[in-house]
C-alpha cells in the first residue's frame, strides 16, 4: 500500500506560480511511475503530466507543455509539479497518483494509488 499525500495548493494571481508536492509513506515511489491529474468544477479528471520510475521520461497535456514541469526525488520519497505562468483554465483540484510500472500513463484506470487532492485556484 502507498500513501500520498499531497500539498503547496493555494490562490494566486494569473501568471504566478505554484509548486505541488506528493509525498508517499508505505512504500518507496522507486517502484512506481508518477502522474499528476486535475479536475475542474464541472468538468472530469484529466491527465496532466506523468513522470517514469526513474524520472528520465516525462510528458505533458498539451496545455501544460512549457508552463509546467514534473519532477521527483526518490530518496525523498516525492513527486513534485511546479505550474509557472498560471492561467484562470488551471483552477482544479489537483491529484498525484502511482502507476505499477516503468512510464506511467495518460489513463486515470492504470493508476493504482491516490492522493485526496490539493486545490488550486487561479484569479483573473
Known amino acids: 500500500q502507498v500513501q500520498l499525500v499531497e500539498s503547496g495548493g493555494g490562490l494566486v494571481q494569473a501568471g504566478g506560480s505554484l509548486r505541488l508536492s506528493c509525498a508517499a509513506s508505505?512504500?518507496?515511489?522507486?517502484?512506481?511511475?508518477m502522474g499528476w491529474f486535475r479536475q475542474a468544477p464541472g468538468k472530469e479528471r484529466e491527465f496532466v503530466a506523468r513522470?517514469?520510475?526513474?524520472?528520465?521520461?516525462?510528458h505533458y497535456v498539451d496545455s501544460v507543455k512549457g508552463r509546467f514541469t514534473i519532477s521527483r526525488d526518490n530518496a525523498k520519497n516525492a513527486v513534485y509539479l511546479q505550474m509557472n505562468s498560471l492561467k484562470p483554465e488551471d483552477t482544479a483540484v489537483y491529484y498525484c497518483?502511482?502507476?505499477?510500472?516503468?512510464?506511467?500513463?495518460?489513463?486515470?484506470?492504470?493508476?493504482?494509488?491516490w492522493g485526496q487532492g490539493t486545490q488550486v485556484t487561479v484569479s483573473s
Open positions: 497518483a502511482a502507476y505499477s510500472g516503468l512510464y506511467g500513463s495518460e489513463r486515470q484506470y492504470e493508476y493504482d494509488y
Open positions: 513522470i517514469s520510475r526513474g524520472g528520465g521520461m516525462t
Open positions: 508505505g512504500r518507496t515511489l522507486d517502484s512506481y511511475a
